[in-house]
């Protein structure tokens, strides 16, 4: 049994589904839950996305696991009433399904998830600058985090109110004397994303006025590293 999420689910079959979960226990796991199209109770209401949910699943070392049960332990219903927030959720998910590693546990990305969620779900935030901020933790979490205070190959500290240009896939900033990158960081856009990296109580607010900017940083980090497009 494990806490899980889950990012997508498609028809297999008559009446079956194959659910992608990204698990506490087990990292990103895909399932079939059989007779899920036609009501099935052993998870009746637990495979909507957005919601927590514990998941018992039978494990016989091929790609498919089978799910055997799962209940909803924590549902977001609030989320689910502000379209900003789904689409938020809805972004967060989809980059975890392809930065989460097959059945490879990732504790501080799946916690990370949790809050943001939660964050999401609790209101009075900026729904756009919360994924932002969030995608940037996860990319760290997964180990792909991008180095924004100092140049990644010869490590001079960029200044605080300096601007920086930042190559992904290189894993962060690089300093012109080093011959620079195609991506520029405004000074305010770079400690906006430090903020978030480390969990920053102000992030959220710091990342509001740059979420655009913010989001094509991690997808162009996510692009780099895991062949994901938006």
Not at 117 to 133: K, M, N, P, Q
Request: charge should be positive.
């Amino acid at each position: 049994m494990t806490d899980a999420l889950v990012v997508r689910s498609i028809p297999y079959g008559e009446s079956d589904v194959v659910a992608t979960l990204l698990t506490e226990r087990e990292g990103k796991v895909a399932t079939l839950v059989r007779g899920a199209r036609k009501g099935s109770r052993r998870v009746a209401g637990a495979l909507e996305p957005m919601h927590t949910i514990s998941a018992t699943y039978e494990d016989k070392g091929t790609d498919l696991v089978t799910l055997k049960e799962a209940t909803v332990v924590r549902p977001r219903t609030a989320l689910l009433g502000k379209l900003d927030s789904i689409e938020a959720a809805g972004a967060l998910l989809r980059w975890a399904r392809h930065v989460f590693p097959p059945k490879t546990r990732e504790p501080a990305a799946f916690q990370t998830l949790l809050e943001a969620l939660d964050a999401l779900d609790a209101g009075g935030i900026d729904a756009r600058a919360e994924l932002a901020s969030a995608g940037l933790r996860l990319l760290s979490d997964v180990g792909w985090g991008l180095e924004l205070a100092q140049c990644v190959k010869c490590g001079r500290k960029c200044p605080d109110d300096a601007s920086a240009q930042l190559d992904p896939s290189r894993g962060g900033i690089v300093c012109r004397a080093c011959g620079g990158a195609r991506l520029l960081l405004a000074a305010p856009v770079r400690r906006a994303a430090l903020a978030a990296l480390a969990r920053d109580p102000r992030a959220n607010a710091l990342c509001a006025p740059h979420e655009k900017a913010l989001v094509a940083i991690v997808e162009a980090a996510m692009a780099a590293h895991a062949g994901f497009e938006a």
